[in-house]
Nanobody, 122 residues
Framework: VQLQASGGGLVQAGGSLRLSCAAS????????MGWYRQAPGMERELVAA???????NVADSVKGRFTISRDNAKNTVYLQMNSLKPEDTAVYYC?????????????????WGQGTEVTVSS
């Protein structure tokens, strides 16, 4: 499974960005899709995740400002980020748990995108 993320960039505090991540490959089923972030010197943390049925889990630090959504037909997850703060500055990684068809059968695994950088200036 390949995950292609886009939408990062430089924005002033209070601004907005929308991240997108499209999954491709020999996918049978995508379960959870989500976004994680890692700031310099910090551990990677969950920002938000969404199940195939649309249930979401959003970190308290971004609740009310960030919205996660997905388009199952396009195997794509989005992260709408509003009211951005300097502390949101990080590399944002797309993640998915997906089932793929392999020669040995169906394999369920976690996959990561390459990361997209978000910088919020004060």
């Amino acid at each position: 499974v390949q995950l292609q993320a886009s939408g990062g960039g430089l924005v002033q505090a209070g601004g907005s960005l929308r991240l997108s991540c499209a999954a491709s490959g020999n996918i049978l089923r995508i379960n959870t899709m989500g976004w994680y972030r890692q700031a310099p010197g910090m551990e990677r943390e969950l920002v938000a995740a969404i199940t195939s049925g649309g249930s979401t889990n959003v970190a308290d630090s971004v609740k009310g400002r960030f919205t996660i959504s997905r388009d199952n037909a396009k195997n794509t997850v989005y992260l709408q980020m509003n009211s951005l703060k300097p502390e949101d500055t990080a590399v944002y990684y797309c993640n998915t748990n997906a089932a793929t068809a392999q020669s040995v059968g169906t394999i369920i695994n976690d996959y990561w995108g390459q990361g997209t950088e978000v910088t919020v200036s004060s």
